[in-house]
């Protein structure tokens, strides 16, 4: 396994700041974005879980909160305002753009709950950023039509059997025009608390990660769903 530093962050997104933890290695085969919509505990949380299995299939991890401890505390449902979350994911790619280590790595994306909706509004609108995407479960949906149909990189949605909001999801996947995979993890819903259902993920995510990270995004591609399971 690659020895890591981890470094605590604080990143500019327009009027706030995002903090976040960066797991870098220089032998790092590419580096993956976690979107968090809960705030701090970046080393000891389902996401840091998450990106340790991620950092041990050989990437390097950068885990963002999208909302910042006074919203989470007074103003919860800045967690709804995808176009918001949207703009500051944006706001990470432009910092990501001035740090010489990370610039030369291919880039990853997932993104769960709201913050999937965050995530295709702002790789609709850039769309060289992001080589790969994994929605795990979340609300693809609220990005609405016109963003969904403009996501360029191969996009794999990882969803809950018992997920309540599946046929949404499954809704947002078919507006997709881009490569794109479905897989559904039997047995949990869509916080994947199933013992051993976040591994399955995170396993899911390497996976596609490892397919398409050191690929250029394309803007047609195939509907792999055939192989879900």
Same mark, same amino acid.
């Given at each position: 396994?690659?020895?890591?530093?981890?470094?605590?962050?604080?990143?500019?997104?327009?009027?706030?700041?995002?903090?976040?933890?960066?797991?870098?290695?220089?032998?790092?085969?590419?580096?993956?974005?976690?979107?968090?919509?809960?705030?701090?505990?970046?080393?000891?949380?389902?996401?840091?879980?998450?990106?340790?299995?991620?950092?041990?299939?050989?990437?390097?991890?950068?885990?963002?909160?999208?909302?910042?401890?006074?919203?989470?505390?007074?103003?919860?449902?800045?967690?709804?305002?995808?176009?918001?979350?949207?703009?500051?994911?944006?706001?990470?790619?432009?910092?990501?753009?001035?740090?010489?280590?990370?610039?030369?790595?291919?880039?990853?994306?997932?993104?769960?709950?709201?913050?999937?909706?965050?995530?295709?509004?702002?790789?609709?609108?850039?769309?060289?950023?992001?080589?790969?995407?994994?929605?795990?479960?979340?609300?693809?949906?609220?990005?609405?039509?016109?963003?969904?149909?403009? $996501?360029?990189?191969? !996009?794999?949605?990882?969803?809950? @059997?018992?997920?309540?909001?599946? #046929?949404?999801?499954? %809704? +947002?996947? /078919?507006?997709?025009?881009?490569?794109?995979?479905?897989? $559904?993890?039997?047995? !949990?819903?869509?916080?994947?608390? @199933?013992?051993?259902?976040?591994? #399955?993920?995170?396993? %899911? +995510?390497? /996976?596609?990660?490892?397919?398409?990270?050191?690929?250029?995004?394309?803007?047609?591609?195939?509907?792999?769903?055939?192989?879900?399971?």
């Amino acid at each position: 396994m690659m020895k890591l530093r981890h470094t605590p962050l604080s990143i500019a997104a327009g009027p706030i700041w995002l903090e976040a933890l960066l797991a870098h290695s220089p032998d790092a085969a590419g580096l993956i974005l976690i979107a968090q919509n809960s705030v701090g505990n970046h080393r000891d949380s389902r996401e840091a879980h998450f990106a340790k299995r991620l950092q041990e299939a050989g990437y390097a991890t950068l885990i963002f909160d999208l909302l910042t401890r006074h919203e989470e505390a007074r103003d919860p449902d800045t967690r709804y305002n995808t176009p918001l979350l949207g703009q500051r994911i944006s706001a990470l790619f432009e910092w990501l753009r001035h740090q010489p280590p990370l610039v030369p790595l291919p880039v990853g994306l997932v993104a769960s709950s709201t913050g999937s909706a965050a995530a295709i509004r702002a790789i609709a609108k850039e769309p060289t950023m992001v080589s790969a995407l994994v929605c795990r479960g979340g609300r693809p949906g609220l990005a609405g039509m016109s963003p969904l149909q403009q $996501v360029a990189c191969p !996009t794999r949605m990882i969803v809950g @059997e018992k997920d309540d909001g599946l #046929t949404h999801v499954r %809704q +947002a996947y /078919e507006q997709l025009t881009c490569q794109k995979d479905w897989r $559904v993890v039997a047995g !949990t819903d869509d916080l994947f608390r @199933e013992p051993g259902a976040l591994d #399955t993920t995170a396993t %899911q +995510a390497a /996976e596609w990660f490892q397919r398409h990270l050191a690929h250029v995004p394309v803007t047609v591609g195939t509907d792999d769903s055939a192989s879900t399971r």
